[in-house]
């Protein structure tokens, strides 16, 4: 039961970075954008949480280090190869160094999602130890002090203010598992109604969502949260090996889809045309396979660089 259970996660993980993927290769002017840009980070944040642990605080620590800030200095460096093949593509002018920078290049760009869920992490455990009775008081409270934070346009180092927003996901991960809410399945029907309610929703009201750049709607737990439960009924009534593996690989499909995308997927369809559905499709499929490969090679020689001691 724990594998079948374990495996639905993995299933839904697989879901996310596919969304990812296709978030960050069509038209940012699309309905389809704004569908998956509404969602598709809050689910990572509450699947984390789902597996929270009560650890010494130590221990935690170290094994984020090693999960999460590990991989993001392995994806670091990919990104300064690409900088460098990006300045020789556009004539020397690259991307530049700027640890301030929330869009700095080499330091963020995809990977920010690692910082931002390394200090959520490591603030959840602290407001754990310090008391879990009001742990759900505080976790709502970061989520106004980050909204109250991008309305007076104040933008706090290393994605924290970002992660503020991204504790009440990660409470409602942890509660999901703690309540064993994910033991009750409903009909398929209410999840498809919950979906076709949030696609028109999305369609009328257009919410501008960007996580990196702590921008919301002050509605977006109750935005996100319905289709991340109505994906999790129908992810536990899909066996798709597939899907499952990019669930377990999603480390690595994070980390390395957009240098592709920027240093081998966009020179050629700059110079080859394609409808924009078709140049997506092709675009995210190729990718793909480029970045299973690497991670079974990754895997196989070199772990540690994915934080696998």
Not at 187 to 199: E, K
Request: proline share 5%; with cysteine; hydrophobic share 55%.
């Amino acid at each position: 039961m724990k594998t079948e259970r374990l495996n639905q996660f993995d299933i839904l993980k697989g879901v996310g970075i596919l969304l990812v993927m296709i978030g960050h290769a069509i038209s940012t002017n699309s309905i389809v954008y704004n569908l998956i840009y509404g969602f598709h980070m809050p689910l990572f944040f509450f699947c984390s949480g789902f597996f929270f642990k009560d650890r010494q605080l130590m221990e935690s620590f170290t094994k984020d280090v090693k999960g999460l800030l590990v991989p993001w200095m392995t994806f670091s460096c990919v990104l300064v190869l690409c900088s460098f093949v990006l300045q020789f593509l556009s004539n020397g002018i690259g991307p530049l160094f700027q640890p301030l920078d929330e869009n700095c290049y080499i330091l963020y760009h995809t990977i920010w999602f690692l910082l931002c869920l390394f200090i959520v992490r490591l603030l959840y455990l602290l407001m754990w130890k310090c008391n879990r009775h009001i742990i759900s008081v505080l976790c709502v409270g970061g989520g106004f002090l980050a909204f109250t934070l991008k309305y007076f346009n104040v933008n706090i180092p290393f994605f924290f203010d970002s992660a503020l927003a991204m504790l009440l996901f990660f409470h409602l991960g942890r509660i999901f598992h703690e309540w064993e809410w994910y033991k009750k399945l409903q009909p398929i029907w209410i999840s498809m109604v919950f979906l076709i309610a949030y696609i028109l929703f999305v369609w009328m009201v257009v919410p501008l969502v960007n996580i990196k750049e702590n921008l919301y709607p002050i509605y977006l737990p109750v935005l996100s949260i319905i289709p991340i439960w109505a994906l999790y009924q129908m992810c536990c009534r899909i066996n798709s090996i597939f899907i499952s593996h990019c669930g377990v690989v999603s480390l690595s499909i994070m980390g390395l889809h957009h240098p592709i995308y920027d240093v081998v997927m966009t020179p050629i369809f700059n110079r080859v045309a394609f409808p924009h559905l078709i140049e997506v499709i092709l675009m995210v499929v190729s990718t793909l396979i480029i970045v299973l490969i690497i991670d079974k090679l990754i895997m196989k020689y070199v772990p540690f660089l994915l934080g696998k001691f």
